[in-house]
Nanobody, 124 residues
Framework: QVQLVESGGGLVQAGGSLRLSCAAS????????MGWFRQAPGNEREFVAT????????VYADSVKGRFTISRDIAKNTVYLQMNSLKPEDSAVYYC?????????????????WGQGTQVTVSS
């Protein structure tokens, strides 16, 4: 069964850090662009970051640039999102996405496989 499983979410105070992981299984994702999105209650799913399959390129949403870092470990079939200097407005369910096409894309519709999400809550 091909799936993505996120972990690492939780409750943290403003200014703190969390590291999200997305473990892929069922097949290799070594040639797949991967991404992170988030969705807060009442809001649409929004782009956070994406990384190319060669790990040579990354793209970030302006709202997280300089605070979040996306990375991947090809051997472990895992993608990470290091989140520093967290703000209450970062609170959301964070989703991992795979099969993002041949170019880095910030549109959710460009990704063909999604995880179930992990909750991140930042208290003020």
């Amino acid at each position: 069964q091909v799936q993505l499983v996120e972990s690492g979410g939780g409750l943290v105070q403003a200014g703190g850090s969390l590291r999200l992981s997305c473990a892929a299984s069922g097949r290799t994702f070594s040639r797949s662009n991967m991404g992170w999105f988030r969705q807060a209650p009442g809001n649409e799913r929004e782009f956070v970051a994406t990384i190319s399959w060669r790990q040579l390129n990354t793209v970030y949403a302006d709202s997280v640039k300089g605070r979040f870092t996306i990375s991947r470990d090809i051997a472990k079939n895992t993608v990470y999102l290091q989140m520093n200097s967290l703000k209450p407005e970062d609170s959301a369910v964070y989703y991992c996405a795979a099969d993002g096409g041949t170019v880095l894309d910030s549109r959710a519709s460009a990704y063909g496989l999604w995880g179930q999400g992990t909750q991140v809550t930042v208290s003020s």
